[in-house]
């Protein structure tokens, strides 16, 4: 039978070490806001969980009383997964412990950590996983679901990093997920997504790394379309340590590094990210950027840090984000078109 929120709150009240959050408790509002605005849920109740049995408690209690229930690590679906309508949200936000082993190259973390309480840890012994490109992302979400950033090319995705996972499952067991032990659990969470159990823990691989070289420019409209036709092939060959991510815009009205007769002007904008030797990188650099207006170009050395956090300011939580994205198994002539199409159609930077 299904019980209602206050009976659910008064069984899970007995040993639940963290807050649980009902609407009109004074921490309510902020807790229940998730990343994207426009979903604005309310949820009747938040647990919001101190460790391992905490979870254990709230998911028993979401099995028995059949409640509608959501998981939220960063609350950074864009689908707003991580929050439900007048049900339960066990919330892993308190739960953000990193543990690096720097000898063996191996950290484990709390499901509830951003990917910057992961760097911020990691680069104290000089070493990364790799994840994703803004920091306050999630780092169970992104990681359940496969996980690109920077780094890919070099290091595979996060999931990939994955040695083990330690999982709550639906009836609130511990069972702990590796290679050999549990291994189709263990391959399903690494890209397949929520909805396995909630992962407490996970121990992953690690990665010396403490700085790139970034070189950033942007290519007028009149040169896009070879840009991205040179793109195809040169990173068919390229070395794994350069990543080159392309943002097709239009430039904003002034700054920095923006030449004038671009501003508010359709544009491609090219980052590039070198993780080898400096010099190595110097002529696959120089090739890669030479398409672009050469006053916008900015190379520099850069931390890992400072990469990771550099789009931040780009993605604040609380707009209304809407998105569409897909993937491409190669970039061929007609999808050139087709992006082109649609950057004569973008209305603002
Ligand atoms: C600004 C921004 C930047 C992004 N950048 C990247 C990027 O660079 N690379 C990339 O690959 N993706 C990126 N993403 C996509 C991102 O990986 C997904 O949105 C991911 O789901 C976010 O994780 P989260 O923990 O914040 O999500 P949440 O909203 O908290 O959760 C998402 C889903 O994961 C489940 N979940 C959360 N925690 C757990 C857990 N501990 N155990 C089991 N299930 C859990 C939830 O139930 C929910 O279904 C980005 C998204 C945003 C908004």
């Known amino acids: 039978m299904r019980e209602g929120i206050n009976d659910i709150y008064c069984s899970l009240r007995e040993g ?3 807050d649980l959050l009902r609407p009109g408790n004074p921490s309510y509002e902020d807790a229940r806001a998730i990343w994207n605005g426009m979903v604005a849920k309310r949820p009747g109740l938040i647990a919001c969980c101190t460790d391992v049995a905490d979870i254990q408690a709230a998911v028993r209690t979401a099995f ?7 998981v939220r690590c960063g609350g950074h679906s864009l689908a ?5 309508e007048g049900g339960l949200v066990i919330d892993l936000s308190r739960m953000r412990e990193v543990t690096v082993n720097a000898d063996a190259r191996r950290a484990t973390f709390a499901g509830g950590c951003l990917l910057g309480s992961i760097d911020t840890a990691t680069q ?4 990364v996983f790799p994840s994703g490109v803004v920091s306050h992302t999630g780092a ?3 990681i359940l679901g496969g996980g690109t950033g920077w780094l890919t090319r070099r290091l595979g995705l996060s999931c990939d990093n994955v040695e083990a996972c330690t999982l709550v499952t639906a009836n609130g067991c511990i069972v702990r997920c590796d290679s050999r032990e549990n291994e189709d659990l263990y391959w399903g969470l690494r890209g397949g997504g929520g909805n396995f159990g909630i992962v407490a823990e996970f121990e992953v691989k690690l990665h010396a790394l403490s700085a790139v070289t970034l070189v950033e420019g942007l290519t007028p409209e009149p040169h896009i379309q070879r840009l991205l036709e040179f793109w ?3 990173m068919a060959d390229a070395p794994l340590d350069l990543k080159w991510n392309i943002d097709l815009r239009i430039a904003p009205p002034g700054g920095q590094k923006i030449p004038r007769e671009l501003c508010r002007r359709p544009v491609a904008s090219s980052s590039l990210v070198w993780t080898g030797d400096p010099e190595a990188g110097r002529r696959y650099l120089r090739q890669a950027i030479s398409l672009c ?7 520099r050395v850069v931390s890992f840090l400072h990469l990771q956090t550099m789009a931040d300011f780009c993605f604040p939580h609380g707009r209304r984000y809407y998105t569409k994205s897909g993937y491409f198994t190669h970039l061929d002539d007609d999808t050139i078109g087709r992006l082109l199409e649609g950057l004569g159609s973008i209305p603002s930077w």
Do not use: R, Y
């Open 16 to 18: 639940f070490k963290g």
């Open 64 to 70: 028995d009383s059949k409640i509608l229930t959501a």
């Open 80 to 84: 707003g997964f991580s929050s439900c």
């Open 124 to 127: 104290k012994a000089g070493l």
């Open 140 to 142: 169970s979400g992104l």
């Open 232 to 234: 195809k092939e040169f």
């Open 293 to 299: 207006n050469p006053e916008s170009v900015n190379q």
